[in-house]
């Protein structure tokens, strides 16, 4: 098996993680000495929505996201989702900054019928616009850092993706930390700091914080011994529901059935694979079986 055979995530039933940064808790108690413990509570709620909307749209397309650390500026989901198509991989970025509209959105339209709800929801429904416009940024580990990346990947490829959105990263967070110097003579606004802190370390190689593409080399479970799974499907099963069959750690083969019970071949793990790099996720396996 190749060192850099692509994995993929663990089922979608399997249980999301949540771990605590420990700057997160820092934060908490710089807001509660500040009299402003609600707008944090609020606005970490409000952050988890957007990376469960990421999570959720990542499941749409079969994949998993399933470890959420609650950080100083408000939360990071992170996973698996090598394979991801450009387009999709897109639409996960921008699924959680559209959570985040869409409740502000739905607060003010419950302004507009009920305005006496308006000291109850104004917080929550500023925190979430306000999330969803920082995330469409263009810097990167932003989700419309993402969404640039991807657009320049598509056209000049990944290396000038790479530059592109980092020097963008250190463009914003330059930018945000001279508003933070200007702050100091003004109105001392630490969230400034943090946020331009969070850009920088993007930028400079921070982005495994987040969800992420990686490659998995298991030459050394290959030493003591790795699992092999078969998991027979029938031709007319799609790649989709074929990756979520894949596990971390275990080495998958497939046994492909016709219609009518009777066997057609069998594929290997990086068979599949070579399957993901050009087919459509929701084609049959039979159509890429017949076109190799």
Not at 160 to 179: E, K, N, P, V
């Amino acid at each position: 098996m190749s060192g850099t055979s692509r994995r993929f995530l663990k089922k979608s039933q399997e249980r999301m993680r949540f771990a605590v940064h420990p700057l997160f808790l820092l934060f908490g108690v710089y807001y509660a000495f500040t009299g402003r413990i609600f707008l944090f509570l609020v606005t970490t709620l409000v952050a988890l929505m957007h990376e469960f909307g990421h999570a959720a749209m990542a499941a749409r397309y079969g994949y998993r996201l399933n470890r959420v650390v609650l950080m100083p500026y408000g939360a990071l989901v992170s996973g698996d989702i090598e394979g991801i198509g450009l387009k999709e991989e897109i639409a996960v970025a921008l699924a959680g900054p559209l959570v985040n509209a869409v409740t502000a959105l739905l607060f003010v339209a419950l302004w507009w019928f009920i305005p006496d709800a308006y000291p109850y929801t104004d917080v929550a429904a500023y925190a979430s616009g306000a999330i969803a416009a920082v995330n469409l940024l263009p810097a990167y580990p932003l989700d419309g850092g993402r969404v640039f990346y991807c657009l320049v990947e598509k056209k000049w490829g990944a290396k000038a993706a790479s530059r592109a959105a980092r020097g963008a990263g250190l463009l914003f967070g330059t930018a945000l930390f001279a508003l933070f110097v200007y702050s100091c003579f003004v109105s001392l606004n630490p969230t400034v700091l943090f946020f331009a802190a969070f850009l920088f370390a993007g930028a400079l190689g921070g982005g495994g914080a987040a969800y992420v593409r990686i490659r998995v080399d298991y030459s050394r479970e290959m030493k003591r011994g790795l699992e092999v799974r078969r998991v027979a499907v029938r031709e007319d099963c799609t790649l989709k529901k074929m990756l979520s069959f894949l596990r971390r750690g275990r080495y998958t083969e497939f046994i492909v059935y016709d219609g009518e019970g009777g066997f057609l071949c069998e594929l290997s793990e990086e068979d599949f694979v070579k399957m993901l790099e050009n087919a459509p996720l929701y084609s049959p396996v039979s159509l890429q079986i017949h076109r190799q």
